[in-house]
């Protein structure tokens, strides 16, 4: 009797299993399926955007070949090269400031900290570009709207309001216990010497992941560098590229040429945040153990 | 260690801007003119030059062109740009008229200057009361190199938060004042003032209210679909999120790396990467149609309009917002899924609760707990979700050619449309301040009532 019923129970936990097995499968691959489809077609022969075969008729490397060489109408190489520069350097700054502001508002107690927070809580519920056009007339007005210098405006827009995102970040310093703090204080430490010494160091997965964060934001923003850029193609990020492929003038000849660019600027998203997962999740769920 | 604890009585000293003009000594009366002065007589050398600098610079500035900036602000300048004929080179030459943008951003950067001058005055006249009081009472006054080190240690703040506070007032304070300003004005291609505009008042805002005009009608229909786009997208993700999250997590599941996997995997695509195919997939000749008439669903001859029927677009960007969302929720919730005691499921088991009933009695209702002030910040930015409409459906349908926006236009999409294609920049600000109030009232009232602020008194 009592057999049966343990057996009863461990068929109806191994049909769960199953269905939320198969349940998951199937979410899986409507996840997966694009992705695999983009790869596909970044190998693909066949020109033009609408085929009638998932799997395409022959493979090859030509799509990636012209991507990487051919740069009379697209040029690629530049506007890759375009991308990382910006992408890099506003990572330094946003993290830089991010990492700082968080630190301040976390650790330190001073009048304009309560300001400040209320002030970036009303900033943050403006239309982030409603101010686009002005930011252009002010990067105008400051001379940076031509030539090389565009990439110091793209640069100087993403970090600029870098520091309004510390909410983040701040939650997982206020987790370190203040303890840590006083009895560096009693040490003969500076404030300082905790920032750089001892928060730092104990905070790796919030650094990680403003890093993260940080770099990704320039390396796939789409909105700002078209608006900014306008018309010097020279200046080109790889989004705005990628876009123009799939414009109606482009899109037929370049459609596979559009996919093989989407792997390549996917490729070290991919590394980064397979690398990065564990930091990801801890640095949002906050977990140093003091 | 006091500075370390909380103090009710928040940061009180003796040496404020009221005390200074009361109080203060003659040289620190007369640093209230000449900034610097008192930091100065009593040895702070360094920093009262620079005080005195900056304040010779701020006037120098002020006769040079900042004068002139203010006094063209209530007028916004009148000069037309002439064409006149060109004896000399024999062609048609230009007048240099003014031009009213130029002149708003000018002045408004300038009455900034004005506040930040206004500020930096006030901390010359206490810094001088301070070297006063310091000096009258025998105590030490900091000289230039100590005052460098206080910004190592009690003043790291001032260090580390002026850097960023000089961007955020470039480049988000400043357009942001600036916009606003332009609400008020007629800065649009309609009747041709794009060089040259006038305040108006509170004109732009009747008009927007105005539900007689299609510019109105269209607003109150945007406005009602960008509301229950964010209702539906960010419960839409929240839920599902959760649910995959769960089945992930719980027991019974293997491989749960490889499944977290598959998930994050469409993380790393960009997402106007993934949209922009998203986008291709769904056309009348896409991908998806000709599979579904390969597969013989439908006709040869006929496709889905995932994006020219009104309310297949609407599902379809909401559906798909669903798929671009997901991993990132995911990632997100997995760890505030896995804070949840253990002892309420295994409570809520013993009395006999199916899964079903754990999830809406226990899971659900913890999570809102937990997550109010993440839904708000999600619930924002669906609001202002501007990647996922204009890369997806571009606004699209557009089913009355009179009105400006189309059928899935999100107030931010239609801002961005009004102002970057059509130039209606007054109108574009006006849309962007209302967005504003929209998404301030809704913050106050779900955050005030919501148990996290009621039951923990903030962050």
Redesign the interface.
Known sequence: MAGQKIHSAKRK?FI??SV??V??GI??L???F??I??VLTSFRAEQG????T?FPRSYTLDNYIRLLTDTTILNFPQMFLNTLFIAVFSCILSTF?VL??S??LSR??????KP??NMA???????????????Y??LK?LGLSEGNLIKLALI??Y??????GF?IAKGFFDTIP?AV??AA?LDGC????I?TKITLPLSKPIVVYTTLTSF?GP??D??FAK?ICRANSDQYTI?IG??NM?QKEY?DSW?TC?AAG?VL??IP??AL??YM?RY???G??G?VKG | MGILKKRVNEFPTPYTCMNAIKKGGIETKLSMVLMGFGNIVHGQMMKGLLYLALEVVYIVFMILTGVHCLAMLPSLGSVEQQEYWDEATQVYMYTKGDQSVLILLYGVATVLITVLMVLAWRGTLRSAYKAECLAKEGRHVNNFVEDLKTLLHENLQKLLMTPPMVFIFLFTILPLIFMICMAFTNYSKIDDHLMLFDWVGLDNFAALFDSSSILGSTFWSVLAWTLVWAFFATFSNYIFGMIVSLLINRKGTRAKGFWRFCFVLSCAVPMFVSLLIMRTMLQPEGAVNVLLRNLGLIAQDASLPFFTDPTWARVTVIVINVWVGVPYTLLQLTGVLQNIPEDLYEAAKVDGANAVQIFFKITLPYMLYVTTPYLITTFTGNVNNFNVIYLLSGGDPVTDLGSTAGKTDLLVTWLYKLTIDKQYYNIGAVIGIMTFIILAIAALVTYHNSKSYKEEGGF
């Not at chain 1, 955007?49 to 009638?52: G, H």
């Not at chain 1, 900033?123 to 002005?134: D, E, I, K, N």
Request: proline share 2%; with cysteine; net charge positive.
């Open positions: 936990r769960t299993n939320v097995h349940i998951l979410l899986a409507i996840w997966v694009p992705v489809w983009v955007s609408y085929v009638s998932f400031y700082a502001a630190y301040c330190l107690r001073f009048k304009m900290r400040y927070m809580m009303i900033l943050g519920l403006f239309p982030g570009f409603m101010s686009m056009v002005a930011v007339f002010i007005a100087l827009v970090s600029g309001g870098a520091a309004l909410q203040m703090d006083e204080i500076t404030r300082w010497q920032f990704m390396w796939v789409f909105i608006v989004a990628l876009w799939l899109i459609y559009f989407a600027i996917s998203i991919a945040f397979l997962q990801y999740v801890d949002l769920s977990a």
